[in-house]
Nanobody
């Protein structure tokens, strides 16, 4: 069992930056694929980024490549999403998730956090 708690969301102006954190409990964090997803009002949940247990491999949605960076600190049981050059279309609730496969499919992730709101004003 893995419990995930996101933090770091908030209101930021277009072009600004935010760093999201995902604190995990449980001894399997260092063995888990960690992913970030987001869901805007009226839209389906979409993949943002994912990282392998060692951190050696990452994957990004085309819409965030070059602006967002996913990372993790296994000693702290925490995953991060550094978001730079934010745009109004990045506004959404951001969720972290843990699973066993590096995939963009939300259904493949077993554990989810409660989400943190990110709002980007124009």
């Amino acid at each position: 069992q893995v419990q995930l708690v996101e933090s770091g969301g908030g209101l930021v102006q277009s072009g600004g930056s935010l760093r999201l954190s995902c604190a995990a409990s449980g001894r399997t964090f260092s063995q888990s694929i960690m992913g970030w997803f987001r869901q805007a009002p009226g839209k389906e949940r979409e993949f943002v980024a994912a990282i392998t247990p060692s951190g050696a491999t990452t994957r990004y949605a085309d819409s965030v490549k070059g602006r967002f960076t996913i990372s993790r600190d296994n000693a702290k049981n925490t995953a991060y999403l550094q978001m730079n050059s934010l745009k109004p279309e990045d506004t959404a609730v951001y969720y972290c998730a843990a699973g066993g496969v590096l995939t963009t499919r939300a259904s493949s992730y077993l554990y989810w956090g409660q989400g943190t709101q990110v709002t980007v004003s124009s």
